[in-house]
């Protein structure tokens, strides 16, 4: 059993930098693919970044390329997704995921956390 709760959601300015933090409860959480997902209004969830249980592959949508990075820290239990050069497109609920799955199939994991709002202003 996983919990997970993101932060670090806000208001910026294009251009600008925010770091979403998802803090994740349990014992397995070294064992699970993490990753984010995000919802902007009218539009379907959609996969943004993912990283494997062993942090060493990353994944990315094209549209965050060299744009985001994503991380863990398994001593704080944590994934981290750093977003830079923000872009009013950007504007979304951010979801965090987890799950014993693949990074690449982290839409079916068993575990969301609630999100946290992102907007970008032009």
């Known amino acids: 059993q996983v919990q997970l709760v993101e932060s670090g959601g806000g208001l910026v300015q294009a251009g600008g930098s925010l770091r979403l933090s998802c803090a994740a409860s349990?014992?397995?959480?070294?064992?699970?693919?993490m990753g984010w997902f995000r919802q902007a209004p009218g539009k379907e969830r959609e996969f943004v970044a993912a990283?494997?249980?062993?942090?060493?592959?990353?994944y990315y949508a094209d549209s965050v390329k060299g744009r985001f990075t994503i991380s863990r820290d398994y001593a704080k239990n944590t994934v981290n997704l750093q977003m830079n050069s923000l872009k009013p497109e950007d504007t979304a609920v951010y979801y965090c995921a987890a799950g014993a799955v693949l990074p690449t199939d982290l839409s079916k994991g068993d575990y969301w956390g609630q999100g946290t709002q992102v907007t970008v202003s032009s």
């Open positions: 349990g014992r397995t959480f070294s064992s699970y693919a």
């Open positions: 990283i494997s249980w062993s942090g060493g592959s990353t």
